[in-house]
């Protein structure tokens, strides 16, 4: 009897041993699962606080406050005005007389800046076929250079005419080596390539240096120019960013503010840049008018002619003089003239050391287009001169134009696509990190309460007590 008291109170101990290991181990995974749920309430609660005022404190909004600086009309009115022009600019753009632009891809890089192969199929444009091309563009008469008068490359030998007999020139191609290419079948989009080495020949060799608040009006205004340029090509790339790995086209706000929207300067250059482009256009306007739209498409060019009758009455209605040349250029000198002249050919020049095709063809147009309007500003009598307006010339002003207003448009649209943002992430972490929490809450009840079932069904087990133990099994043995 005694033995087998003693092998009782062994398997009795053991099974009080066991008992107490799992009662232990219930209570560290509900003590557990009590501070995750815990810690997941902070970081849930963090989450929430700094997403917020990170919305709170975030600028919805780009400040169109004041006038632009060395323009004649403020930020609003320029944004107001190209509200309107944008929807007419962008459709114009894709008729078939503005949408084909000439241009030389076969010049070397005069430059040794380096290097940058572009490895990206994104790199490549598809040039027209001479089908593609009416026939009275290729004419004699609307021949690209004939005389070597119009060729920049002379402009050594001009620099020391006197100023009635200089004329301003831009660079235009030759008629053996130009193609022609359409924008819009080839449309400016990133590509991969990586040119930030093109800008900085840029600015190193065609800029005045120094600080643009110690630099007289004239020189400003160059170095605001293309800077103007740049951020309207980086807005651009990154309004029609291309994932390579997907082939997906999407806008792409972190790079944008990453170039752009951080640098309020670069935004304020842009809006110079455009009041230059809208201020040419609009002295152009009676020669823009009479010039001959002419794609052998009569329904097309009818089209053509009437948006581009409200552009230029819509730019002489709302905003007639957005940058005064006279007041802004009364003092410039003729070799100043000069300057402007040769560096916006040398940036063309640069230009010739793209390797990506895509990002070359858009750089000279854009280039080109800069170029034209100012060939308009400093000449004599533009409403005159622009008459005589080659096709080039105006598709690039044209275009120019258009791309710059389009990156105008989308600063609201990248300062809301940012806000939405963080918007949409306030809503996720609310609604995804509640739900978590609550579904974890929930496991625990569950767990706690099947442990209390568990601890019922074993409420007939002895005590713990070993004396108490032994009373009750000799009183079940009397």
């Known amino acids: 009897m005694q033995t087998e008291r003693e092998e009782f109170v062994d398997e009795l101990t053991q099974l009080k041993m066991e008992r107490s290991k799992r009662r232990q181990r219930k209570e560290w995974e509900l003590k557990m699962m009590g501070k995750c749920i815990t810690w997941l309430i902070y970081a849930y609660a963090a989450g929430i606080i700094i997403t917020g005022l990170r919305y709170i404190i975030l600028d919805k909004n780009f400040k169109y406050e004041g006038i632009v600086e060395d323009s004649c009309q403020d930020f609003k009115t320029l944004k107001s005005v190209n509200d309107q022009i944008f929807p007419l600019l962008d459709e114009l753009t894709y008729k078939k007389y503005f949408k084909i632009f000439r241009v030389n891809l076969e010049n070397e890089c005069p430059f040794s800046i380096g290097e940058y192969i572009c490895t990206s199929k994104k790199c490549v444009i598809c040039t027209c076929n001479t089908s593609e091309i009416p026939s009275n563009w290729l004419s004699p008469t609307s021949s690209f250079i004939n005389q070597p008068k119009d060729n920049f490359a002379f402009w050594d030998t001009e620099r020391y005419l006197s100023p009635s007999e200089w004329i301003w020139h831009v660079e235009d191609v030759e008629n053996d080596k130009g193609v022609y290419v359409d924008l819009k079948l080839n449309p400016e989009a990133f590509t991969g390539y990586q040119g930030q080495h093109i800008w900085d020949a840029i600015y190193k060799e065609n800029c005045y240096q120094g600080s643009l608040n110690e630099m007289c009006k004239e020189k400003r205004a160059l170095n605001k120019l293309v800077q103007g340029l740049h951020t309207s090509i980086s807005t651009q790339l990154s309004e029609f960013y291309v994932d390579l790995s997907t082939n997906k086209t999407y806008p792409n706000y972190p790079l944008y503010f990453e170039r752009v929207g951080n640098h309020p300067e670069r935004i304020r250059n842009l809006f110079f840049l455009y009041s230059v482009l809208l201020r040419a256009v609009i002295l152009a306007t009676p020669g823009i008018q009479n010039h001959d739209i002419n794609s052998m498409s009569f329904e097309e060019d009818t089209r053509s002619k009437y948006l581009l009758n409200n552009i230029l009455s819509l730019g002489n209605n709302q905003c007639s003089k957005p940058f005064d040349e006279q007041l802004f250029f009364n003092q410039i000198t003729f070799d100043q003239k000069k300057d402007y002249q040769r560096y916006i050919h040398n940036i063309s020049r640069i230009m010739d050391c793209v390797e990506c095709q895509k990002c070359r063809v858009f750089g000279k147009m854009q280039t080109y287009g800069l170029g034209t309007a100012l060939k308009i500003l400093f000449s004599e009598s533009p409403s005159e001169f622009s008459g005589k307006l080659k096709r080039n010339e105006l598709v690039a002003l044209i275009n120019t134009f258009g791309k ?49 079932k568990i601890q019922n069904m074993f409420k007939g087990i002895p005590s713990d007590n070993p004396q108490k133990a032994n009373k009750n099994t000799k009183s079940k043995r009397d």
Do not use: H, P, Q, W
């Open 404 to 452: 710059v207003s389009s990156s105008v448009k989308s600063i609201d649209l990248m300062f809301e696509r940012r806000a939405r943002f963080y918007y949409n992430l306030i809503l996720t972490i609310g609604i995804v990190g509640g739900v978590f929490i609550i579904f974890m809450v929930a496991i625990r009840k569950i767990y706690s309460e099947m442990d209390k």
